[in-house]
Structures are given as C-alpha cells and as structure tokens.
Nanobody, 124 residues
Framework: VQLVESGGGLVQPGGSLRLSCAASGFTFSSNNINWYRQTSGKERELLGVITSAGASTIYADSVKGRFTIARDNAKNSAYLQMSSLKPEDTAVYYC??????????????????WGQGTQVTVSS
C-alpha cells in the first residue's frame, strides 16, 4: 500500500494550489480518502473526507468553502484543491486511507496508511 502526495510549494496569500494523492497497492475505489495537515508542534488536523465513489465530502470548518476534495478512481488519485490561501494554511499536507487488516488473534481492525506529506507554504 502506498500513498504519494505531490503539488506542494510556495504560494502567495490569496493564491491557489492543487495537491494530488496517488495511490497504489490496494483497491482505491473501495476506500474513503482523508486529507490532513500538520504544523510544527501541533497534532494533525483532519481537513476533510471523500467517500469511496466520490459521492460525498465533508470538510472542517477551517477550510470549508475554500478547499475542495475530489478523486478520480480511474487514475487511483485524490486531490485537494485549495483556494484563497492564508498564511495560517502553511503546513505539511497528508492523505490517508484505512484498510482492513486481520490480527494474529483473528480479530479485524482498520489500519491507517499515510503518505509522506507535501509542504505548502503561504507567504508573500
């Protein structure tokens, strides 16, 4: 299982950026995709979720109306379109999915898989 984010970089306040999350090693179309971000010294913040077929999304209040999550199951990819960026959006951005796994005792749990993250810096 692999998730690889890309598309980060330096952008001016008010600008836009689109992040990508390329997936491999699992049935992408069967899994929800979450987007998170993290700044130094803080816990990762859940920004939003897109369901497996892309029919539904939900966003954190901090990004609602500015960020949009989409996916292309034919390309095994998810996207985070960010607009009206602010300096406080500066962070490392991650995508994540959960995949069922069977433990040695036979129980089933959902295991988190994360990408390596991509840095977004909003600054003039």
């Amino acid at each position: 299982v692999q998730l690889v984010e890309s598309g980060g970089g330096l952008v001016q306040p008010g600008g836009s950026l689109r992040l990508s999350c390329a997936a491999s090693g699992f049935t992408f179309s069967s899994n929800n995709i979450n987007w998170y971000r993290q700044t130094s010294g803080k816990e990762r913040e859940l920004l939003g979720v897109i369901t497996s077929a892309g029919a539904s999304t939900i966003y954190a209040d901090s990004v609602k109306g500015r960020f949009t999550i989409a996916r292309d199951n034919a390309k095994n990819s998810a996207y985070l379109q960010m607009s009206s960026l602010k300096p406080e959006d500066t962070a490392v951005y991650y995508c994540k999915t959960k995949i069922p796994a069977r433990a040695p005792d036979g129980s089933i749990s959902l295991r988190d898989y994360w990408g390596q993250g991509t840095q977004v810096t909003v600054s003039s």
